[in-house]
């Protein structure tokens, strides 16, 4: 059974920084692309970036690019999400999920409990 624990939102000012940790187990992170999403309050969920279970190709929502950085440890099996220059409309419940980055969706369907980025001065 896919499981995931993320962890490490926070409140943050604009212009911080915050690093999101997503422990995953059933299953190695290296069998599937695995990517970050999140959810605004009244939002659908929005994937915000993946990295490949190939070659570790990584991808980013637009308004991410630049901020945002997705890395994967395989021998821990959890992916990470570097996040700065926050700003307000980057708050949200951020998951972490396999990812089909073609729809920007979970594919799996299994969601963990989230972690929860606030960013507010």
């Known amino acids: 059974q896919l499981q995931f624990v993320e962890s490490g939102g926070g409140l943050v000012q604009p212009g911080g920084s915050l690093r999101l940790s997503c422990a995953a187990s059933g299953f190695t992170l290296d069998y599937y692309a695995i990517g970050w999403l999140r959810q605004a309050p009244g939002k659908e969920h929005e994937g915000v970036s993946c990295i490949s279970s190939s070659d570790g190709s990584t991808y980013y929502l637009d308004s991410v690019k630049g901020r945002f950085t997705i890395s994967r440890d395989n021998a821990k099996n959890t992916v990470y999400l570097q996040m700065n220059s926050l700003k307000p409309e980057d708050a949200a419940v951020y998951y972490c999920?396999?990812?089909?980055?073609?729809?920007?969706?979970?594919?799996?369907?299994?969601w963990g409990q989230g972690t929860l980025v606030t960013v507010s001065s």
């Open positions: 999920a396999p990812i089909n980055w073609n729809t920007r969706t979970n594919r799996e369907g299994a």
